[in-house]
């Protein structure tokens, strides 16, 4: 998989240092990532192809020259973030907004690599695991397949640049098993020694996000009193609404009566 990189911050961030942080994520994807999950993909920067009157961003067609596209982008907009199918119409993207990041008070460098993880493995934002309701009820739910947002707190360094931590496969387990590793760094925020983080978990400042089939609802969960994972969440709409969208859509579709 090939993932076009835009650099549109108008000056804020020279190409020189998005081809340096490129390299970052893509020795993080391939090092750090591959490994455990058995696939990966590369990082390129591109030029992006400006057409003269759009009052406003959108996805051209013609950047589309490898299987998915990130944009870097400097303010937030809300109408670009919550409209995949209207404004990337099924293609693989993702977008870095910076003063998002600055108000998630996150390295813009870590919010490009999460980006990035979440597409390798979820391209067209669709996936699901079922696996147990979040609040314990004791019923399943299916999940959503994110590399990241249990951890978004987390982070780690790769030649002085900051990138994503993300879960492992073992994450996705039915119940956490002995000796298991469930996301890359191992560990938790806050001094919390002989913390691991369980199976279906979230750490401090993240949370998930789950389909509910008895409710037919879209929801999400982070810990009670979790200021950091409620404003981060609040901030972060764009990937949650495309999902949502989505999966709303599978269950109309779903309870259709037959003929």
């Avoid at 990189?5 to 081809?19: E, K, P, T, W, Y």
């Avoid at 994807?29 to 591109?46: H, K, N, Q, S, V």
């Avoid at 978990?201 to 949370?207: C, F, L, T």
Wanted: proline share 6%; with cysteine; hydrophobic share 40%.
């Amino acid at each position: 998989m090939i993932v076009s990189v835009f650099n549109l911050s108008h000056g804020a961030i020279s190409d020189l240092r998005m081809q340096e942080v490129i390299r970052a994520i893509n020795v993080q994807i391939g090092r750090d990532f591959e490994p455990y999950w058995g696939f990966g993909a590369t990082l390129r920067l591109e030029g992006h192809t400006a057409r003269r009157g759009k009052r406003r961003f959108q996805f051209d067609p013609l950047d589309m020259r490898g299987d998915g596209v990130l944009y870097v982008l400097d303010k937030f907009n809300p109408d670009l973030a919550g409209a995949h199918e209207s404004d990337f119409r099924g293609v693989p993207a993702g977008v870095v907004y910076l003063d998002l990041s600055k108000g998630l008070q996150e390295d813009w460098t870590v919010s490009l690599s999460h980006e990035a993880l979440e597409m390798i493995a979820d391209p067209q934002v669709n996936l699901v695991v079922q696996g147990p309701h979040p609040d314990g009820r004791d019923r399943d739910v299916f999940h959503w397949f994110e590399m990241c947002d249990a951890v978004q707190a987390q982070s780690y360094v790769i030649d002085g640049i900051g990138v994503a931590d993300f879960v492992l496969p073992l994450y996705f387990t039915p119940s956490s098993e002995p000796g298991s590793r469930n996301n890359f760094m191992g560990a938790v925020p806050q001094g919390k020694r002989n913390y691991s983080l369980p199976s279906f978990g979230v750490a401090p400042g993240g949370y998930i996000g789950y389909f509910d089939p008895k409710l037919a609802d879209n929801l999400t969960f982070e810990h009670e009193g979790d200021v950091l994972a409620r404003k981060r969440r609040a901030l972060k709409q764009g990937r949650t609404g495309r999902r949502a969208q989505r999966m709303a859509k599978s269950a109309k579709l779903a309870t259709i009566p037959k003929a």
